[in-house]
């Protein structure tokens, strides 16, 4: 059973531009959750995908933008990146199954310089 | 809105010693997760706490829920320099599935 993986590893980009991050989920889980995690803070819910339609949102602006495909891989577009948007991206998967737990991915750290 | 209290924010400690640390939050829930967090590194899944009175324990570390209280507990018992890390508490107001607002984080270094 291979877990939640994440690409890429590492990104820089310039203000101004788009970014898309990709998500494939651990097997067998049909929700993908996204949480931004800024430097030495604790991450924040973006949004999460369930069977391919959003399914809650944090307080992140419209800006910030997803997907979840059949196989429920997923992936976060970022368009017009500000400096703020420097930080540790963070997919997770869970089954919908009632256990509620979360399995994460080792992340996307996206820098904008 | 949700907000998810941990304290202290940053705990050092000798190898050997025992201590707590607390997450209150604001929201009425019966699910509470901790997890570890190694600098630069994802999060790793210490406990997933379910109901009121829920206590469960790995090792060195006992995690507890007083849902009534909005009140979770991480206990560390004789500490080791291994379990140096940020510690999270996170809360799930998800109805089907989790969504979690976490806490501030617990930076705990522990000393020789």
């Known amino acids: 059973e291979t877990g939640v993986t994440q690409s890429p590893t590492h990104l820089i980009k310039t203000r101004g531009q788009q970014v898309t991050l990709r998500c494939s989920s651990q097997s067998g889980h049909n929700t993908v959750s996204w949480y931004q995690q800024a430097l030495g803070q604790g991450p924040q819910f973006i949004f999460q995908y369930y069977r391919e339609e959003e399914n809650g949102r944090g307080n992140f602006p419209p800006r910030f933008s997803g997907l979840q495909f059949p196989n429920y891989s997923s992936e976060l577009n970022v368009n017009a990146l500000e400096l703020d948007d420097s930080a540790l991206y963070l997919c997770a998967s869970s089954p919908q199954t009632g256990s509620y737990e979360q399995y994460f991915g080792p992340g996307t750290r996206l820098t904008v310089t | 809105e949700l907000k998810v209290e941990q304290n202290p924010l940053f705990l050092s400690m000798q190898e050997g010693k025992n201590y707590t640390i607390y997450c209150n939050y604001s929201t009425t829930s019966d699910r509470l997760y901790w997890y570890r967090q190694d600098p630069g590194k994802s999060l790793e899944s210490l406990f997933v706490l379910l109901s009121n009175g829920a206590v469960k324990q790995e090792g060195r570390l006992m995690a507890s829920l007083d849902t009534k209280a909005r009140l979770s507990t991480l206990h560390i018992t004789a500490a080791v320099h291994d379990l140096s890390a940020t510690y999270f508490c996170?809360?799930?107001?998800?109805?089907?599935?989790?969504?979690?607002?976490f806490g501030t984080g617990t930076r705990l270094q522990v000393t020789l």
């Open positions: 996170a809360v799930d107001l998800g109805r089907t599935a989790s969504k979690l607002t």
